[in-house]
């Protein structure tokens, strides 16, 4: 017999913002302690009402204008029942029956060609917290209550585990270069609907779902084994299918039937009275569209034309927030390739002397536009640009200030540096002297003198020039 | 009677219902459940009233959650059999104690409280008072309102609670809500619904006879018309508010704070005996009734119509607004309530709830004065505290 596999995936996606999702506790990315980052509203406690982070709602609508979706205009929150200990007001806020997005699409190519997943909807909703155990007694920690997720449910569109395993391969490199998650270890989750029928058949098999899966190999690991599990029951009737919930073990690579008492329960959804329906309008709609970051090729694609390298381009794509910044900076005058290159090699550089990672970059696009500019038209050399780089890095400097400050700025027409190198050679008359007697290198201290003079403003190029043809001449 | 479940300030001036958090004082609504509670936390009304030089003087018996009729099933209380019910705020604000108190207003308990103790409770439009700090049961049409001896006292207090409050997602755009207690007047329309009138008994019934003949005397049109919605808006109400009280209050569980059973030996048993052991009978009614309403069987003839009525209701009462100024009903069926055993307490409210359940429904406002109810039109609390003032006037 020939059999189909007919997959549905539910994903689970962390929505990378700075605050949770309906209060304003942060830094729950990266929580030092358990409760570390609560608040009353976030633990449950009477009083505090959910005030909706708009953050959300738009990282939301861009994963879906991404994934080709409708992005409905007239969104609203359901209040899903069900008692737990890890969910402090025994109901999680998600979306029934008006999600942010629907019916999009996504392209997916494997080894049996390129075809179409439909994404039937995508929804916002918030994380439950967790549960510690101890051999007496068990801890509740809240730092992942309410933080914003997306579920993204597709269609059962999926013929095969590499299908699924590419999808979820490209939308976690979606979401990664746009900035919309970090999809670090556990941030993407994944309910996988399975079932398997003879190939041809209209009807489909008997579904069963695998719950609560974040790495993609275990994924992999378990549609083959439930597919085959699905097979050997429909050819050799090895048992009778029901429609279940089921979990997968990755130590013995199987699945097995969770309880009945959680797949039958009624979670009595209902209106989120406390939230008012979110309305997407043409103006934020527009705003979100223009936000939306390229389609990862076509931006790769716009970066070679602006002559960057292959691997500049790959460190971009891997740093939405670097990607952006550089776009900034290009629109504000600069030569791509110039600004590539003082982002990816001497921040790069002096953020990695400072133990930071290229991501943790906070310059503004004017400041550092500001500073390319002077460098390009001769106002400022490199090693003074690069001083008030490591000020701005290391020390949180204002670069504008900082090269103000210093006098890098000093008005510098041609007379100045006439000004300047005169001045230089009478008080160095040791070196110039060494330097007419033939010693090449004296010269250095004479231009050692002008550029000190001159704190650093001034093409060195064009004073060594000048400097070399006074003494010549 | 016990007024207080917490004393805070012997000389405050603002009484505040148990139901309303006060920072680092217990707040329990009534109920055992939350037993030592203490939050972390002020309700923004009372922050912004001790912004203003006003201070709290105590937290007042409620009614567990404010579910019943006007206050006696309070765990902190100690009514007894044949007791003469009346609400501790109310009681409070009577005897000249405090010059006002707070109360949040979700099944007409508050408002009943005022009639039974002859002072006012005004409960405001929906979304003008924050309801961050109220210990949440219907959120969809419970609000804080204010209880004092006169409409310019309650108006006074009003300017300084309501408002736009980030904290509040249902929380009403920033409107500078002014509270006029001396609108004119002559020529207004007021309709008595000879509905709810007729359920009333003859004591309540000379209330607002009273009241329409004082209200006549300032040139006010006062008429009888018929409009049958009441009991249909009732039962709107009921389903919601007990659907949205029982997921409000399932975070109660005996985890986190508040009463935890002695008696478990595994998470069931703690959510189960704790939650048994915490609440009191009438909640626990009100908590399997919302359950069913939302159960799966039930949402669509339920919890799904009772969001329908609540539109056509909006509809009728707003038509009805555009002839009459004001509605005049009574605000219970009754001048006097004596104790009564708790298992007859869901059926109970459910009767009284008929006259107070529209303003909860729909988000109208409602004063509760004299003894009997004026309704408006959303945002005209002016009107009818200037026709409780114009009352109050010939009464001097
Ligand atoms: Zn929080």
């Not at chain 2, 924050?130 to 309650?154: K, P």
């Not at chain 2, 595994?266 to 939650?275: A, F």
Request: contains cysteine; hydrophobic residues 40%; charged residues 25%.
């Amino acid at each position: 017999m020939n059999f189909e596999l007919v997959i549905g995936l539910e994903t689970h996606v962390e929505l990378n913002t700075e605050s949770k999702i309906f209060c304003s506790c942060g830094g729950h990315s990266s929580p030092k302690e358990p409760n570390d980052c609560v608040c009353p509203a976030c633990c449950g406690m009477p009083g505090m009402l959910p005030v909706m982070n708009k953050r959300v709602v738009e990282l939301a609508a861009t994963a879906g204008l991404m994934l080709n979706c409708e992005i409905n205009r007239y969104t609203t929150f359901d209040k899903k029942n069900y008692y737990y200990p890890d969910l402090p007001c025994a109901y999680q806020i998600t979306q029934l029956n008006h999600p942010i997005c629907v019916n999009g699409c996504v392209k997916v190519k494997t080894s049996n060609g390129e075809r179409d997943i439909r994404i039937k909807q995508i929804h916002m909703e918030e994380d439950a917290g967790k549960l510690v155990h101890s051999s007496s007694s068990s801890f509740v920690d809240f730092n992942r209550t309410s933080v914003p997720l997306i579920e993204i449910v597709t269609q059962p569109d999926f013929r095969s585990a590499e299908e699924v395993v590419t999808y979820l391969g490209k939308l976690k490199s979606m979401f990664v270069s746009s900035g919309i998650s970090e999809c670090e270890e556990g941030a993407m989750r994944c309910d996988v609907n399975i079932s398997v029928r003879e190939e041809g058949a209209e009807e489909f098999g008997v579904r069963t779902e695998i719950k609560n899966m974040s790495s993609f190999e275990a994924i992999e690991r378990a549609i083959k084994y439930e597919a085959q599990r699905h097979m050997d029951a429909i050819e050799f009737s090895t048992e009778e299918l029901v429609q279940e919930t089921r979990r997968f073990d990755d130590v013995s690579g199987k699945t097995f039937a969770m309880r009945n008492k959680e797949t039958e329960a009624d979670y009595r959804y209902f209106p989120d009275p406390n939230l008012m329906p979110i309305v997407i309008d043409d103006e934020w709609l527009e705003q979100i569209k223009a936000n939306k970051p390229v389609a990862l090729d076509e931006k790769a694609e716009e970066y070679l034309a602006q002559g960057i390298s292959d691997k500049e381009i790959a460190m971009l794509l891997s740093e939405h927030k670097i990607a952006k910044l550089l776009d900034e900076v290009v629109a504000l005058g600069c030569n791509a390739k110039d600004a590539a290159a003082w982002i990816l090699t001497d921040c790069a550089g002096i953020l990695r002397k400072a133990g930071l990672k290229l991501k943790d970059l906070s310059i503004k696009a004017e400041s550092l536009s500001y500073l390319i500019k002077l460098v390009e038209s001769s106002k400022l050399n490199r090693g003074a640009a690069k001083k008030a780089l490591i000020a701005a890095i290391e020390n949180g400097a204002d670069i504008e200030k900082f090269v103000e400050d210093n006098g890098f700025l000093k008005e510098i027409d041609d007379s100045f540096i006439e000004a300047v190198i005169e001045k230089a050679i009478e008080s160095n008359p040791q070196a110039v002297a060494d330097y007419k007697a033939g010693k090449e290198k004296a010269l250095m201290a004479i231009f050692g003198a002008c550029m000190k003079e001159l704190k650093g403003s001034g093409d060195p190029a064009v004073i060594r020039t000048k400097l070399a043809e006074k003494l010549n001449g | 009677m016990k007024y207080y479940a917490e004393i805070i300030n012997e000389n405050g001036n603002i009484a505040v219902d148990d139901t309303i958090l006060v920072k680092d004082y217990l707040s329990s609504a009534g109920s055992k459940i939350l037993d030592g509670y203490k939050p972390l936390f002020s309700a923004e009304a009372v922050e912004r009233l001790e912004n203003k030089g006003y201070s709290i003087s105590g937290k007042t018996n409620v009614g567990e959650f404010a579910l019943d009729l006007v206050g006696e099933f309070s765990y902190y209380n100690d009514i007894k059999d044949g007791d003469t019910l009346k609400g501790a705020a109310s009681e409070l604000v009577k005897q000249g104690k405090v010059k006002a108190a707070l109360g949040v207003d979700m099944n007409g308990a508050t408002r009943r409280a005022a009639a039974l103790s002859d002072v006012s409770f005004l409960k405001p439009t929906y979304g003008t008072v924050s309801r961050y700090g109220v210990i949440s049961c219907a959120a969809s049409g419970e609000q804080l309102g204010v209880y004092a001896n006169s409409a310019d006292d309650i108006a006074e207090i009003m300017s300084v609670i309501a408002g736009n409050d980030k904290k509040d997602g249902t929380s009403l755009p920033e409107i500078s809500y002014t509270y006029n207690t001396n609108e004119d007047v002559n020529g207004k329309k007021v309709c008595i619904v000879k509905e709810l009138f007729d359920k009333a008994d003859e004591n309540t019934k000379a209330k607002i006879t009273a009241f329409a003949d004082a209200l006549k005397a300032q040139n006010v049109l006062v008429e009888e018309i018929s409009i049958d919605i009441f009991e249909v808006a009732n039962t709107a109400w009921q389903i919601l508010m007990t659907a949205e009280t029982c997921n409000n209050v399932s975070r109660y569980d005996g985890v986190k704070y508040g009463h935890r059973s002695e008696n478990y030996k595994n998470i069931d048993e703690l959510y189960v005996n704790s939650r048994t052991e915490g609440f009191n009978f009438l909640t626990k009614a009100v908590i399997l009734y919302g359950s069913e309403m939302l159960s799966k069987s039930r949402y669509a003839d339920c919890y799904d119509k009772a969001l329908k009525v609540r539109r056509v209701v909006s509809d009728v009462m707003n038509t009805l607004f555009e002839k009459y100024d004001a509605i005049l009903t009574p605000v219970c069926s009754k001048c006097e309530y004596t104790s009564y055993d708790i298992k007859d307490a869901f059926t109970k409210v459910f009767e009284e709830s008929v006259f107070t359940a529209v303003p909860n429904l729909i988000g109208i406002p409602a004063l509760s004065t004299n003894s009997v109810q004026l309704m408006s039109k959303a945002f005209c609390e002016s009107t009818l505290l200037s026709l409780a003032k114009a009352v109050e006037r010939k009464g001097e």
